[in-house]
């Protein structure tokens, strides 16, 4: 398909487990980055790469999240130790530069992460 | 710090009237400015942008926004609204070169 792409669309998983989200940007676009969307915190941006650089890691909310792009293409945002509260929806989008150059974002549909 | 308010919570409009969803904004220099839109179960679509040029800008769906510098305001706009359009709908300021910021979100309830 063209767009963002997200995988698994739902995931339900027991406290203390590791997770690992995936995401496929579209083809070409060389930023990605990862939001979170929950009820009481609305979007919060989590991580953001772009092409060969570090990335910007400053809104993961602990050390038990992590993310990495392989080959400037797929990302996989993995959370250890899953708490209750990583329950949100996790979304993923890319865009052609950074954003900051005026270029939109587009997002995948989002993985429903349910920490029971 | 960069940041958008969305200060409605939700907005009810009837089908065939104008609606508008408020957003003010809070920065440093001259913003870039982006309006998107969430349905039910989905991620978020792209509706429009302001980067530099014209005060109004046109996107998808019939939804425009005006860029107000003086009022530090980018109200989302569209003529008549349809039931169809009922949806969550963000705010988003470009932060440092890399990331958005989003508003809170409104929702946009359309009665037939």
């Known amino acids: 398909g063209a767009g963002v792409s997200q995988s698994p669309s739902n995931k339900v998983t027991e406290k203390g487990k590791d997770v690992e989200l995936r995401c496929d940007p579209i083809?070409?676009?060389?930023?990605l980055y990862w939001y979170r969307q929950s009820l009481g915190q609305g979007l919060e941006f989590l991580i953001y790469f772009q092409g060969n650089s570090a990335p910007d890691k400053s809104g993961l909310p602990s050390d038990r999240f992590s993310a990495e792009r392989t080959g400037g293409s797929v990302s996989t945002l993995t959370i250890q130790r899953t708490q209750q509260e990583d329950s949100a929806v996790y979304l993923c989008?890319?865009?052609?530069?950074?954003?900051?150059?005026?270029?939109?974002?587009?997002f995948g549909q989002g993985t429903r992460l349910t920490v029971v | 710090a960069q940041s958008v308010a969305q200060p409605e919570d939700q907005v009810n409009v009837a089908e065939g009237n104008p609606l508008t969803v408020k957003c003010t904004y809070s920065?440093?220099?001259?913003?870039?400015l982006f309006w998107y839109v969430q349905y039910p179960n989905r991620g978020l679509q792209f509706l429009l942008k302001y980067i530099t040029g014209d005060n109004l800008v046109k996107g998808s769906y019939g939804f425009e926004a005006e860029f107000n510098k003086s009022q530090t305001s980018f109200h989302l706009k569209k003529p008549s609204a349809l039931v169809s359009d009922s949806a969550l709908y963000f705010c988003a300021v470009v932060r440092g070169y890399s990331t958005l910021t989003f508003g809170k979100g409104t929702m946009l309830l359309v009665s037939p």
């Open positions: 083809s070409g676009h060389t930023a």
């Open positions: 989008a890319s865009s052609l530069a950074a954003i900051g150059g005026g270029t939109e974002a587009f």
């Open positions: 920065v440093s220099g001259n913003p870039y």
